[in-house]
């Protein structure tokens, strides 16, 4: 049984994927769920409070905030594109989020950041938490952002934090590269309860991924958190093996954990793609 570890809890991004996922599963993490996006997305159900909220509106942003006990940020831009909506989103919109959380007393932030923040480095690599950020797109810069500015609000005003590095969070691995990036829906409420509950959080990043005997993260450096994951790619393997093509090794989607973000955005120099 989940325990009910906060009063109110804030997930913002209720109208994206991963919300709309985890919608019904939080509510087991608390008594009232507060849900926000910047789009409709359909009236109240029972213990739950609806704020349509552009993130880039500091103000909007603070009434948001007020009242809740934890946040769990999914909301902002989730793919790669323009520079501009991307610091209105991301950027902008998470400064606004932890200066709110900080006038409001919040004291602890589950913050979605991404396998974009380490994306270059190569799938035959495993990467520990203590690797240094290589962001793969503009997208995995304002993920990397976020690290940063959740840094220092735990730093100077205590605010915990756990960046969740999340992989690839669908129902089933749909690729090849999903065999090692993917999370099923109960592993990511797992982490997330984890997250909420653990008695000291502090200030940590943690790869958001099953059990896939396919790895390219090491999460041992954040064994305090408690994320056990019981979900695995594995049983997918024989039927995404059946219908997809072997990689072209020399494509640089295929050599980088990134994958096809490596291709979205300006074109690459730096790197040769046949896909380009």
């Known amino acids: 049984m989940t325990m009910k570890s906060h009063h109110t809890l804030l997930m913002t991004g209720a109208a994206g994927g991963l919300g709309v996922a985890m919608r019904d599963r939080l509510k087991a993490n608390c008594e009232v769920l507060r849900l926000s996006d910047v789009r409709d997305f359909g009236p ?25 006990n934890a946040i769990v940020h999914f909301g902002g831009m989730s793919v ?29 932030v589950l913050f979605a950041s991404s396998n974009h923040v380490t994306g270059f480095y190569k799938q035959s690599e495993t990467i520990t938490l203590n690797h240094p950020p290589r962001p793969d797109s503009l997208y995995g810069v304002s993920k990397a952002f976020g690290e940063d500015l959740s840094r220092m609000y735990f730093d100077r005003y205590g605010i915990e934090t756990a960046c969740l590095r999340i992989g690839s969070s669908f129902p089933e691995p749909k690729d090849r590269r999903m065999l090692a990036s993917w999370m099923s829906y109960d592993d990511l409420h797992r982490l997330i309860t984890a997250c909420l509950t ?77 896909k380009q």
């Open 44 to 68: 109240a159900k029972n213990a739950e409070e609806i704020y349509l909220t552009d993130l880039a509106d500091a103000a909007a942003v603070d009434k948001m905030v007020q009242g809740v």
């Open 80 to 108: 790669e594109g323009p520079f501009e909506p991307i610091l209105q989103a991301n950027i902008l919109g998470v400064y606004n989020l932890y200066e709110a959380a900080r006038k409001h007393g919040v004291k602890r």
């Open 198 to 274: 653990t008695p000291v959080l502090g200030h940590t990043a943690i790869f958001g991924i099953s059990n896939n005997a396919v790895a390219w993260y090491d999460n041992s450096a954040a064994r305090h958190v408690g994320y056990v994951p019981k979900d695995s790619s594995d049983g997918y393997r024989d039927a995404i093996y059946a219908r997809t093509q072997a990689p072209d090794n020399t494509d640089p989607t295929a050599i980088y954990q990134g994958g096809a973000f490596l291709l979205a955005g300006e074109p690459m120099t730096a790197h040769k793609s046949s």
